[in-house]
């Protein structure tokens, strides 16, 4: 996508934005609310970010003209930045959504709409130094660039050695593929490892999506989607055709077969990489649930063009399906979890089971449909 369009597109936003604000009408306790209140005028720019480009009102059944009287009413008695953010978690949440992210604050820190409840427990503490039934780890730290973490698994067989798997984990607000990453991966995937998990439980927003799907295909040009826009910013039904979304492959990662655990607070980019990667033949996705609902993000200036607010801004469908649906894995682990907050000793059947896919795909007794 050219820089030009990208400059033309955010004008035509500021633009509908402005005819929105001029033609809107609001009760008159409303306006003194927004004359005399910051963070209510805040929130009234990014709920009308919202009101001209997110495109899942259809799945969210809403009054959202109504919502937004109601939270401009809350925000005048908002004075803090910590009173702003849990406020503005509110109303995601009363918009069923939890792939919203916001700048606030001097030190324009991000902020993010409540993940799903998940009783798994967090990547980190599963891989790092970790001993268990099934693997221990070989590194002490992990190794990290970003946006990516790696350390590497030991299948313990019967006597007490085994073969190695690549761990690999996603940092979220990370904007663009360290050079030194794409240096990391070509040594993981060039190593003697019999495959690759990728964990990416509780992580949704991924602004390097998309920079990062080209590793896991082969070299040449792939339609990984199709997406779809809002047509009109007053029109919350009314979208425009959709259309290829392409990617120039590399071939780093395609030789490994590739295990992605997610779970409900998995969303966003994260979701919309996992729906798409979903349909390779050497991915497995592995959930003790499901995945959450995938997007392509949009995002606007808000506050003077100080911050920034990130939303769902593309529909996108694949050759199998939607990635707007929950994402439905090819091996539903039975496994309670054990809370983001559980002991580190305790077994993380998740990371198990993409494991056992793994041998399966190398001893080729499976093949994901």
Same mark, same amino acid.
């Given at each position: 996508?050219?820089?030009?369009?990208?400059?033309? *597109?955010?004008?035509?936003?500021?633009?509908?934005?402005?005819?929105?604000?001029?033609?809107?009408?609001?009760?008159?306790? @409303?306006?003194?609310?927004?004359?005399?209140?910051?963070?209510?005028?805040?929130?009234?720019?990014i709920w009308q970010a919202l009101n001209s480009e997110y495109i899942f009102f259809e799945e969210a059944n809403v009054d959202f003209d109504e919502l937004r009287v109601t939270y401009i009413k809350k925000m005048s008695k908002v004075y803090k930045d910590k009173q702003f953010v849990r406020v503005l978690q509110d109303f995601c949440e009363e918009l069923g959504e939890q792939d919203i992210r916001f700048q606030l604050g001097s030190n324009h820190s991000f902020y993010a709409a409540r993940p799903a409840a998940t009783n798994d427990i967090i990547a980190k503490r599963s891989g790092l130094s970790y001993y268990s039934r099934y693997y221990r780890s070989l590194q002490e730290e992990y190794v990290t660039k970003r946006p990516c973490s790696f350390n590497t698994l030991i299948r313990i067989d019967g006597n007490g050695s085994g073969k190695p798997y690549g761990l690999m984990l996603v940092e979220e607000y990370?904007?663009?593929?360290?050079?030194?990453?794409?240096?990391?991966l070509r040594e993981f995937a060039s190593s003697d490892l019999c495959g690759v998990v990728l964990d990416i439980r509780g992580q949704s927003y991924f602004p390097s999506a998309q920079d990062f799907l080209p590793y896991f295909y082969e070299r040449g040009k792939h339609t990984v989607c199709k997406n779809a826009q809002r047509l009109l910013p007053n029109s919350h039904s009314s979208f425009t055709p959709y259309v290829n979304y392409n990617i120039e492959g590399n071939g780093v990662l395609t030789r490994l077969p590739i295990a992605i655990i997610v779970n409900e607070a998995t969303g966003g980019e994260l979701s919309w990489m996992a729906h798409i990667l979903s349909e390779r033949s050497n991915v497995a996705i592995i959930s003790r649930a499901y995945g959450g609902r995938g997007s392509h993000h949009k995002w606007q200036y808000y506050n003077d063009n100080k911050d920034v607010v990130t939303y769902p801004g593309f529909r996108s469908t694949t050759k199998h399906g939607v990635c707007y649906e929950p994402? *439905?894995?090819?091996?539903?682990?039975?496994?309670?979890?054990?809370? *983001?907050?559980?002991?580190?000793?305790?077994?993380?059947?998740?990371? @198990?089971t993409a494991l056992d896919f793994i041998d399966m795909y190398n001893a080729d007794t499976y093949r994901p449909q």
């Open positions: 996508m050219s820089r030009a369009f990208i400059i033309i *597109q955010q004008l035509g936003t500021l633009l509908a934005l402005m005819l929105f604000c001029a033609c809107s009408d609001l009760p008159d306790d @409303v306006d003194v609310i927004l004359e005399k209140n910051r963070y209510a005028r805040q929130f009234d720019e990370v904007y663009e593929l360290s050079a030194s990453l794409d240096t990391c994402l *439905q894995p090819d091996f539903r682990v039975n496994w309670e979890g054990n809370g *983001q907050d559980g002991n580190e000793y305790d077994e993380d059947m998740c990371l @198990v």
